[in-house]
């Protein structure tokens, strides 16, 4: 089946410093979503991708639909201790029809931020 | 609250014992997703339901796993004669139409 290698498995750096995690697939998704989750709590989606080199920001954050929609990059600028966790990227292979939401995750990143 | 709702939010069972989830989704949500995840990896696709018609299952779901959404509304999802490798955290999601899902936080099941 489908599957999505995300890196680095983890990371851990120093607060203020930016960090950066890709996630590669061997075929095309038309839709790249990047979710954190909190230990104990469902994944939240930070955000979500739909055109081949889109490059979108969310505060800190800013994440690109690769030109070959195999792969994906989330960055976060002048990281904080709030944004440890677990970042997961995810692949939808359909822009619609049934297969939306059948999501394909990538293994996550754990991010450690010391103060 | 407007979220996903999910319960019991944790549950622990003995081997061979029937589980049964509830999943709220956000109220005017058509479509309703079940994941499991299991540790250090990402959640894994089971079933999806629009209003409340099971509309896919993943090979995931075995014969001892059965979902369902009677009113379109709430959805539950039931595990009989548990085994140790079903334990792992559910997850619910929901989503109007096309867009993106919200997830709940989860059910975490050990079974012992």
């Known amino acids: 089946g489908q599957q999505l290698n995300q890196s680095p498995q983890s990371m851990f750096i120093q607060e203020g410093e930016d960090v950066s995690m890709n996630c590669t697939s061997s075929?095309?998704?038309?839709?790249w979503l990047w979710y954190k989750q909190d230990p104990g709590e469902g994944p939240v989606l930070l955000i979500a991708?739909?055109?081949?080199?889109e490059l979108t920001s969310n505060g800190r954050l800013t994440a690109q639909f690769g030109i070959t929609r195999k792969d994906s990059f989330l960055n976060i600028s002048a990281s904080i201790p709030s944004d440890v966790g677990i970042y997961f990227c995810?692949?939808?292979?359909?822009?619609?029809?049934?297969?939306?939401?059948?999501?394909?995750f990538g293994q996550g990143t754990i991010l450690t931020v010391h103060p | 609250d407007t979220g996903v709702s999910q319960d019991p939010r944790h549950k622990i069972t003995k081997r061979g014992q029937n589980v049964t989830f509830r999943c709220d989704p956000i109220?005017?949500?058509?479509?309703l997703y079940w994941y499991r995840q299991t540790l250090g990896q990402g959640p894994e696709f089971l079933t999806y339901?629009?209003?409340?018609?099971?509309?896919?299952k993943s090979r995931l779901l075995s014969d001892r796993f059965s979902a369902e959404r009677p009113k379109g509304s709430f959805s539950t999802l039931e595990i009989q004669r548990t085994e140790q490798g079903d334990s792992a955290m559910y997850l619910c999601?929901?989503?109007?139409?096309?867009?993106?899902?919200?997830f709940g936080s989860g059910t975490q099941l050990s079974v012992l």
């Open positions: 991708l739909y055109k081949a080199g």
């Open positions: 109220s005017e949500h058509n479509r």
């Open positions: 999601a929901s989503s109007l139409g096309q867009d993106r899902a919200i």
């Open positions: 339901f629009q209003n409340e018609a099971q509309l896919e």
């Open positions: 995810a692949g939808l292979p359909n822009a619609g029809g049934t297969s939306y939401g059948k999501l394909t």
């Open positions: 075929s095309i998704f038309n839709t």
